[in-house]
């Protein structure tokens, strides 16, 4: 019985997210209440407090479930070929995360962070795209740093600098993508640039096949 009410208390805390993402989606974090929420998902709004402090508590959640840390990328991507090729490692990181943004959950989640999450009590959408940038940063700097002691790294490019580019570039792609994310595939398309943009950033630029 406790395996099963433990179990049922996981579904309705999935349930209530996936709500929440639908309404977010659909109304802005703003305008959309936790008694909507409630009603959404077939429970009362004692049931969200059960789950969640509050709303924020509840957003932080619901970006929880789609966040991936730009180490994990690399750990998906690991093999021993790539110790001495942490460039190449990055590259296909990147990769793996467009196809990943692609993926509707993550796409929907990431929409409503960046286009319908306002500044809402204790709600700050800029201090969470921050930490999630800040997070992806650290761990490209590392792997750049590796590059530059090897020295695979554009010799015009700091570990830094070349971590900004980055950086940067992903952001722009992204943001671009998600006002019109049905006209063009970010993977293929967005890869495509990802590989010119390593080609140039490498001491001896390469020419490599697509994922």
Known sequence: MARRTKAEAEATREALLDAAEDLFFEHGVARTSLEQIARHTGVTRGAIYWHFKNKADLFHALLERVRMPFEELLDEVDEPALQDAPLEALRLACHQGLRRLEQPQVRRVHAILLHRCEFFSDIDPLE????????????????????????????????????????????????????????????????????????????????????
């Not at 750049?144 to 950086?167: I, S, V, W």
């Not at 006002?179 to 020419?207: C, K, W």
Request: hydrophobic share 35%; proline share 6%; charged share 20%.
């Open 128 to 211: 969470m795209q921050n930490r999630l940038a800040d997070e992806c940063r650290g761990e490209m700097c590392v792997q750049f740093h590796k590059a530059h002691e090897l020295d695979l790294l554009n010799p015009a490019l700091t570990p830094e600098k070349a971590t900004r580019l980055l950086q940067s570039t992903l952001g722009g792609l992204f943001h671009d993508w998600l006002r019109e994310p049905e006209r063009y595939s970010l993977s293929h398309e967005g890869g495509a640039l990802v590989d010119t943009l390593f080609q140039l950033m490498s001491h001896s630029p390469q020419h490599s096949s697509h994922p």
